[in-house]
């Protein structure tokens, strides 16, 4: 049997159609839309289409936005003051610091400066602290983006064994967090983890996020399995994920696709949780 393939791009356009008309209805009623601020320091070349992709995916459904390409020669406590600066600006309602910094930057004293309320990413330690305690105010976009994805496709995960590999703490740990608030019973597997295929074939779900090409292999999985890959590894000039798609494919029951699958929601993810800022700081 061959996977049906989690369409990324076309739930991505979905949602995106569905924040467009909310701008849209606010904008009608006089008042301002969402506003994101991107900040990248430095120039790494992933980054900069990482930002410039989210820049269009503002324009694309109404937000303002503003983008401070800032030298890699930065100090801190420029940085700093913009992000200061951000945080009492009222056009504002989400604020961005792309990730890495170059060296000399700490991230965890940049991404604590940013107002709870403005974090976007949910990276600050009060939104990630909220979501393990089962009260979030932001998700973190990508696991985000993968339960939008899974709900989608009408996926009940009460009961079901899922299995994460990677422990990160922009995508593995969060996963493993909000796959347990709807019930799954969740395994986290990472680089010290022995027997990982024992593991997988075991699973209902696997999302893999470990950063290396082609390291679920066919031989891991099982039928009737759901496989999302969260891997965007270059091998020479193609993209393609952490999981050995082809033949995988053949294998199990659904699988997303690199690109066109978990990447698309991150993005969306990111538009949603401003919106949901912009909502938030309205009320005040
Ligand atoms: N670098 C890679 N992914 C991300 C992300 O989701 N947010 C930020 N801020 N930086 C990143």
Redesign the pocket.
Known sequence: MTASIIDGRAVSKTVQEQITQEVKQMVEKGLPPPGLAVILVGENPA?QI?VRNKKASCARVGFYAEEYLLPASTKEEELKNLIIKLNTDPRIHGI?????LPRGLKEKNMLELIAPEKDV?C?HPMNIGNLFLGKPTFLP??PAGIMELLKHENIDLQGKKAVVIGRSN?VGKPMAMMLLQEHATVTICHSRTLDIPAITKNADIIVVAIGQANFLTADMVSEGQIIIDVGQNKVGEKLVGDVDYDAVAQKVAKITPVPGGVGPM?ITM?LQNTLQAKKLQQKT
């Open positions: 980054s990482y961005l610091l792309q990730l890495p990413d990276f976009c990508t922009i991150t990111l």
